[in-house]
Nanobody, 126 residues
């Protein structure tokens, strides 16, 4: 059973930065694909970014490309989402997700991830 613990959300002014962290436990870290999704009321859970830990490949939603960076610290079994140039429409609850058998074509699909963190609120004020 994979456990995910998120941290790092908060309130920031537009143009500011935040870094989210997701620590994984309960499995071999490098086997995982880990993703970040976000959710706002009335909308579907939205893909933000993902990293395939065994390959090191990264994937981004068009809306965050060039502003957000997903990275890993294998020694800490932790994935980070560095968010720069934040905008009010980035306001959401951000969730970390993980899966051990993800295929590339499904990496942006929330329902394909088996494990989820508790979520952390990110609020960007204008």
């Amino acid at each position: 059973q994979v456990q995910l613990a998120e941290s790092g959300g908060g309130l920031v002014m537009a143009g500011g930065s935040l870094r989210l962290a997701c620590a994984a436990s309960g499995t071999t870290f490098r086997r995982l694909t880990m993703g970040w999704f976000r959710h706002t009321p009335g909308k579907e859970r939205e893909f933000v970014a993902a990293i395939r830990l065994n390959y090191g490949s990264t994937h981004y939603a068009d809306s965050v490309k060039g502003r957000f960076t997903i990275s890993k610290d294998t020694a800490k079994s932790t994935v980070y989402l560095q968010m720069n140039g934040l905008r009010p429409d980035d306001t959401a609850v951000y969730y970390c997700a993980a899966d051990a058998t993800m295929i590339l074509s499904s990496i942006r699909t929330a329902s394909q991830y088996d494990y989820w963190g508790q979520g952390t609120q990110v609020t960007v004020s204008s």
